[in-house]
């Protein structure tokens, strides 16, 4: 019986098929600074298949929250303290990264090869709690775009797995680029 209106809607996915590629634009232009941040937080891994296992489980988390998100988006939306709560969040993450960024960067000179080692499981939670926190304007965006759930829930999948790719790809950037850590957390 639940399912009954998102089926309803399915005979006009022809209609909404067109708005498929913009949601799925809209979430890897409003996903870069989050594949940095996840870059950021599981490049702390210094194995490349422990990052590889992280990014892979903890977007995959990721994945089943945001999909719950949208699902109760026009909920949660009209929440104000849930809005404040993720605010406070990137907020607190972008002062905290941006000060170790810097003390990390002045002490570089005395040690080129300085990481920090952390847990596969808390670099699994943070991805997770991140992502989350970071996809809350894509999901906004997309929610106020059509209101249809399956075709949200499907944008930000493939979205989710482009970010899982571009993360792979902002590791081996954030060991080029010194600069683009700093630039996805501002």
Do not use: C, H, M
Request: aromatic share 8%; proline share 2%.
């Amino acid at each position: 019986r639940s399912l009954t209106p998102l089926l309803d809607g399915i005979d006009r996915w022809v209609e909404l098929a067109p708005l498929l590629p913009i949601i799925v634009s809209l979430e890897l232009v409003l996903s870069a600074d989050n594949a940095v941040a996840l870059a950021s937080i599981t490049k702390n891994l210094n194995n490349i298949n422990l990052q590889k296992q992280a990014l892979n489980i903890g977007i995959f988390i990721a994945l089943i929250l945001r999909v719950l998100v949208i699902l109760t988006a026009q909920y949660i939306l009209d929440f104000w303290p849930v809005k404040l709560i993720g605010g406070t969040y990137l907020i607190s993450l972008s002062i905290s990264k941006l000060i170790s960024i810097n003390d990390i960067s002045s002490n570089e000179k005395e040690d080129k090869n300085y990481r920090t080692e952390s847990s596969i499981l808390n670099v699994i939670l943070l991805l997770s709690l991140t992502d989350l926190a970071f996809s809350i304007d894509s999901i906004t965006a997309a929610v106020a775009i059509s209101d249809q759930f399956l075709l949200v829930i499907t944008g930000a999948i493939i979205g989710v797995i482009a970010l899982r790719f571009t993360s792979g790809l902002f590791i081996k950037w954030l060991e080029i680029y010194s600069n683009l850590e700093k630039a996805g957390y501002l």
